[in-house]
């Protein structure tokens, strides 16, 4: 059956899964005169492909079902959106099914024929738990993530596990690739929090020196150490009541790893020098684009302090698994660039944009906003042409070109180079060339070169134009 929708920005999304036609209708008629947009699909397969392009708030799946049951696509949905709510309804429901299913985390489980306030009770349930990870179309409620430019699911997925998370105060490791973003997503996160109004304070654990990390973390009293002319208030006191984010924590020294743990244990610092632990209450994200497992596993991380950072995980895309967003985040860029250049810059060339959506992106996000902005420096028109996209990807062109131009263009550059070499002395370039004078001088014309010119002469001061073939000077 094909499947069928209804598109409203004010209506709850709902994904209906039934390989039965009427019951299909059945349900889609119900949601939808309570008030929610429907998509209707007849079998799993076409469900996971529906929620590559859009994230519905719940899903109301048959288990029995061709090809992929349901069971099976509740599966699939979880290991790929995570706390989705999915509703299994199935006419052979045993008590044993019914227990499987609610102990693998499905949100209901209802057996056909259903009463109709019996499901609609179950949606309206499912459907308060999954509010919070919605992302909203107010202004307000996009406010928390404005920084973020994204319209691909991938992200979404992302954000809305970020949303539901920022709610509480558990620690969320960010895992990512350079350029990826994560700093933003900590952000976010904190914008979205109830500290929101409290500091955010990032530091890059692999940008500051071993010897001063301590202290730029801690703290330090005055003497403490030589230059220690003042108290000083770590990174951890000045985040109190907010959000500290640690970058990079993977690239932590181990000595720093057992004081920081210690830290997090106790919700104290000491800054170094002090006698006395000051209490702190800040709520720790951190980020890393290393394989900490790896690092673990070879002694370079502290398994203890791994556990206390990564109650949750959130990991972000690289660039090219969400090339979808390279048009919006280039305009995005373009935008803000153009006025920090102060150029009036209207968007990309189609070829242009081309170019951007199907590079490699080794250095993500970070890479991109670097090829824009290198090329809004050098913009001199208002659409932004291929050729300077491809210098800043640093492209190599390779132009193909028809036999005769590529001829011509030839013929010109080595009769310009032997100009420039001779000072524009016909005689002795035509000789170098193994030419007559004659020959020579309609090669000449042919491609317009005034030998003159090469002579910082005008025009009319050249060799007195064509000569008489002089056989003997020429042989």
Not at 146 to 157: G, N
Not at 171 to 189: C, D, P
Request: proline share 6%; with cysteine.
């Amino acid at each position: 059956m094909p499947s069928t929708a209804t598109n409203s920005d004010t209506k709850t999304p709902i994904l209906v899964v039934d390989d039965d036609p009427d019951l299909l209708r059945l349900l889609s008629l119900r949601l939808s005169a309570a008030g929610h947009a429907v998509t209707a699909v007849a079998s799993a397969e076409e469900a996971l492909a529906r929620l590559e392009l859009a994230r519905p708030r719940l899903v109301l799946s048959d288990v029995r079902l061709p090809g992929m049951d349901g069971l099976k696509l509740y599966d699939a949905i979880q290991a790929r959106y995570p706390g989705l709510p999915v509703i299994l309804l199935t006419a052979h429901g045993t008590i044993p099914d019914a227990v499987d299913a609610t102990m693998r985390g499905v949100f209901s489980y209802l057996t056909k024929p259903f009463d109709g306030q019996e499901l609609m009770a179950a949606v309206d349930r499912a459907l308060a738990v999954s509010a919070a990870a919605t992302p909203r179309t107010s202004e307000a409620g996009e406010a928390w993530r404005a920084e973020i430019v994204s319209r691909s699911a991938v992200m979404d997925e992302v954000l809305a596990e970020a949303r539901l998370v920022a709610a509480g105060d558990a620690s969320v490791l960010i895992r990512g690739e350079s350029g990826s973003g994560k700093e933003l997503l900590a952000n976010a996160i904190h914008r979205a929090s109830p500290r929101a109004k409290g500091p955010f304070v990032a530091v890059n654990c692999s940008a500051i020196p071993e010897a001063l990390l301590e202290s730029e973390l801690f703290g330090h009293v005055k003497g403490a150490f030589t230059g220690a002319v003042a108290n000083h208030r770590g990174l951890f006191q000045s985040a109190d009541g907010g959000t500290l984010f640690l970058d990079e924590i993977g690239d932590m020294p181990p000595t720093l790893q057992v004081k920081l743990l210690r830290v997090l244990q106790e919700r104290q610092v000491r800054p170094v020098g002090a006698q006395q632990s000051v209490p702190v209450d800040v709520r720790i994200l951190s980020a890393t684009h290393r394989d900490l497992d790896a690092a673990m596993a070879a002694g370079e991380f502290r398994e203890d302090l791994y556990y206390r950072l990564n109650v949750v995980t959130l990991t972000l895309p690289t660039l090219a698994e969400r090339r979808e967003d390279i048009p919006l985040l280039a305009q995005h860029f373009l935008q803000r660039l153009a006025a920090k250049y102060q150029k009036r810059l209207n968007g990309f060339a189609p070829d242009a944009l081309s170019a951007l959506s199907t590079a490699a992106w080794p250095g993500n996000v970070r890479q991109l906003h670097n090829v824009v902005e290198q090329v809004c420096a050098l913009a001199t028109a208002p659409l932004i042409p291929l050729s300077l996209v491809q210098r800043a990807l640093r492209v190599p062109t390779v132009e193909v070109l028809p036999f005769a131009e590529a001829k011509r263009r030839f013929e010109h550059d080595y009769l310009v180079g032997l100009l420039k070499l001779t000072d524009g002395q016909v005689a002795d370039a035509a000789r170098l060339a193994e030419r007559n004078r004659t020959e020579f001088y309609r090669l000449l014309q042919k491609h317009g070169l005034t030998p003159g010119l090469f002579r910082g002469e005008s025009p009319d001061g050249d060799e007195g134009g064509a000569p008489v073939a002089d056989e003997r000077q020429d042989k």
